[in-house]
């Protein structure tokens, strides 16, 4: 009779599971939020200058577009941010308050969240121009292309 015997500890081995678990969610969160910048690319770039294209407003004083971004939010805390139009301080600051406000009431490990941190944005989109909602609505083939080519 072959008696066999393992050559780890049950810690040992939740040690591992847990370092592979931890390496899935962060790969993950990484795609997340690569695919949340390249949205925020376009919802951005339809708010360019004037041009009512492809569903997003123009822009007259570049605060509400400055104000649209992105977050990686773990543990209630934002740990990346991305803000690619900066052409103004006020909308860039009042976009990265609301993404501390969201990120405090969020509870999951993490999550991707989008904001256009101007108080008038739904206004805006009340009257059937793309501020970021109807780009967002393009997320999960970019989060599949994302994690595709990781």
């Known amino acids: 009779m072959i008696k066999i015997t393992a050559d780890f500890t049950d ?6 599971i847990n370092k592979d678990v931890d390496k899935i969610i962060n790969d993950t969160a990484k795609s997340m939020f690569s695919a949340g910048k390249a949205i925020t690319d376009k919802a951005v770039a339809k708010t360019k200058d004037g041009a009512f294209t492809g569903g997003g407003f123009g822009n007259i004083s570049y605060d509400l577009r400055s ?18 139009f900066g052409k103004t301080t006020t909308g860039k600051k009042h976009g990265k308050e609301l993404l501390a406000t969201v990120a405090a009431e969020i509870t999951d490990d993490i999550a991707l969240v989008f904001v256009a941190g101007e108080n008038y944005a739904v206004f805006v989109e009340d009257k059937g121009y ?19 080519n990781a």
């Open 67 to 84: 104000s649209m971004g992105c977050g990686l939010v773990k543990s209630n805390k934002v740990t990346q941010s991305y803000f690619p």
């Open 130 to 148: 793309d501020v970021i909602t109807m780009s967002f609505a393009t997320f999960d083939p970019e989060f599949l292309n994302q994690i595709n």
């Open 11 to 16: 810690s040992f081995l939740e040690d591992m």
